[in-house]
């Protein structure tokens, strides 16, 4: 029982965070890879590296050194919807 009353929580805890406006929204290598249908490995190793892919963003890291890559969610969905043909 204790499992399902862990997960009940999860689950609660997950549908009362207000959701984040995709224009604020930064999404990480794997929640890209998700809305482009990639794998996480394309996306870091043969898309992020192109001249027009939105430039990350990289927090400080607690070590002084610069965190894993985010990107803003709207500029990524813009840059792929640039890609739609006509």
Known sequence: MS??????KVIERAI???A???DLALWSGDDIAV???RDRRTVMERLACLPDFPKAIKLP???GG??????VAK???EW???YQEA
């Open 75 to 77: 500029e990524i969905m």
């Open 20 to 22: 984040v406006p995709l």
């Open 16 to 18: 009362d965070r207000p």
């Open 35 to 37: 809305y482009l249908r």
């Open 3 to 8: 499992d399902i009353s862990d997960l009940v």
């Open 66 to 71: 610069k965190g894993q890559p985010l990107w």
């Open 80 to 82: 792929a919807r640039s």
């Open 61 to 63: 890291s607690p070590s």
